[in-house]
């Protein structure tokens, strides 16, 4: 079955300092991987995905993602924090279920950012 | 502007009573979907349609129901609230077939609590 796996459900980080969220998926087939924020009382919102190509995805917000088959992996990262980042991240993979596909997500990391 | 309603932002129901959560897209989409949100769990499918008048059961759907008479609205129902259902609802839509190579669309998310 397919699942998503995000091992830190929290992380701090000082403001100004480079970011690391870890993403592990189990898929069998070449996965669509996406990653999503959710800022604090808000829907989600798409920061970048992959589908296939060039395996460092670029997103909005100087966001990017680096997909690995065989780590199995799609980690988020981002070189500089700036407070506005904190928020809750979630990775997430299409999988085929009943025949019909759907986003499987993880569980989610918290984002803390000190100033 | 892609746009994915949810009329009601919180609401507090009382156990037993019966509950309607509304969502509206304005995108055309064919797919939509209602998640679940609970901390440490991330989002969880309870139902989703891809067609007027269609439904499919997510991973929960025990205590929910959902109707899909026009394309542009999904509604989540609650026939007997408890307290379990307690919890944060997300709906989202796409275009096309399923999640595979389309973006998925949040609404801003609807604050249950069960009393």
């Known amino acids: 079955a397919q699942s998503v796996t995000q091992p830190d459900i929290h992380i701090t980080v000082s403001e100004g300092a480079s970011l690391e969220l870890r993403c592990n998926y189990s898929y069998g087939a070449t996965p669509y991987l996406f990653w999503y924020v959710q800022s604090p009382g808000q829907g989600l919102q798409l920061l970048l995905k992959?589908?296939?190509?060039?395996?460092l995805v670029q997103g909005i917000k100087g966001f990017e993602a680096e997909f690995k088959r065989s780590q199995s992996s799609f980690n988020l990262r981002k070189p500089s924090v700036h407070w506005s980042d904190a928020a809750e991240y979630f990775c997430?993979?299409?999988?085929?279920?009943?025949?019909?596909?759907?986003?499987?997500f993880g569980a989610g990391t918290r984002l803390a950012v000190h100033p | 502007d892609v746009k994915v309603t949810q009329s009601s932002r919180y609401l507090v129901k009382r156990t037993g009573e019966k509950v309607f959560l509304e969502c509206v897209q304005d995108?055309?989409?064919?797919?939509m979907f209602w998640y679940r949100q609970d901390p440490g769990l991330g989002l969880r499918l309870i139902y989703f349609s891809y067609d007027v008048k269609m439904k499919e059961k997510g991973d929960i759907p025990e205590g929910y129901s959902v109707s899909r008479e026009k394309k542009e609205r999904f509604s989540l129902i609650l026939e007997s609230a408890s307290t379990n259902q307690t919890s944060m609802y997300l709906c989202?839509?796409?275009?096309?077939?399923?999640?595979?190579?389309?973006?998925?669309?949040f609404g801003e998310g609807s604050w249950l609590t069960v009393v």
């Open positions: 992959y589908f296939s190509g060039d395996t």
């Open positions: 989202a839509s796409t275009q096309g077939s399923g999640a595979a190579g389309n973006t998925i669309y």
């Open positions: 997430a993979v299409c999988g085929l279920s009943g025949g019909y596909n759907k986003l499987i």
């Open positions: 995108m055309d989409h064919e797919n």
